[in-house]
């Protein structure tokens, strides 16, 4: 079974920055793509950026420029860089594992952008 453990989420002013990890301790993760999610009170999830199994990436036009997905497929794990922040970016943001027609969460991280 899949299990994304998310890390790196907190309170920070506007502008500030913070990296959120997500790992996965199972081999399939090289075969996945992984994307980060947020939701927002009140509001659907929405996708903030995703990166395929090769390694391309893509963001929701909200934070290009801003953010920034990686990952290590040697430690099994993706990074979300997040500059700049924004008091509208104040959301639980969770991890995605997109692999062989099935999805997978982990538990969501809270960011606060406030001062």
């Known amino acids: 079974q899949v299990q994304l453990v998310e890390s790196g989420g907190g309170l920070v002013q506007p502008g500030g920055s913070l990296r959120l990890s997500c790992t996965d301790s199972r081999t399939i993760f090289s075969f996945a793509a992984m994307g980060w999610y947020r939701q927002a009170p009140g509001k659907q999830r929405e996708l903030v950026a995703r990166?395929?199994?090769?390694?391309?990436?893509n963001y929701v036009d909200s934070v290009k420029g801003r953010f920034t997905i990686s990952r290590e497929h040697a430690k099994n794990t993706v990074h979300l860089q997040m500059n700049s922040l924004k008091p509208e970016d104040t959301a639980v943001y969770y991890c995605?594992?997109?692999?062989?027609?099935?999805?997978?969460w982990g538990q969501g991280t809270q960011v606060t952008v406030s001062s």
């Open positions: 990166i395929t199994s090769g390694g391309t990436p």
């Open positions: 995605n594992a997109h692999v062989f027609n099935s999805d997978y």
